[in-house]
């Protein structure tokens, strides 16, 4: 039973530190999803919807009306 209480009396006492994020992802969710979540990664989901769709539109359309008409 000595073991038992040597054990639990070296266990640290108290909140456990809080965990820093780490990387892109992990700082991210910190930020957006943490202690204060916010609808800013709606709106940075929309912007990337709207990037991509014109990146794929010129790609595939508009690089073609560059010098001549259609």
């Keep these: 039973m ?3 209480v ?9 909140p456990a530190p809080e965990i ?4 892109l992802i992990g700082r991210y ?3 957006y999803f943490g202690k204060n979540p916010s609808a ?3 709106a940075h989901a929309i912007g990337a919807i709207i990037l991509i769709s014109y990146a794929q539109n010129y790609y595939f359309h508009l ?3 560059k010098n001549n008409a259609h």
């Design 20 to 23: 820093k994020a780490k990387g």
């Design 40 to 42: 800013a990664p709606i």
């Design 29 to 31: 969710r910190a930020r």
């Design 2 to 4: 000595q073991r038992v």
């Design 63 to 65: 690089r073609h009306h």
């Design 6 to 14: 040597e054990f639990y009396e070296k266990l640290p006492r108290g």
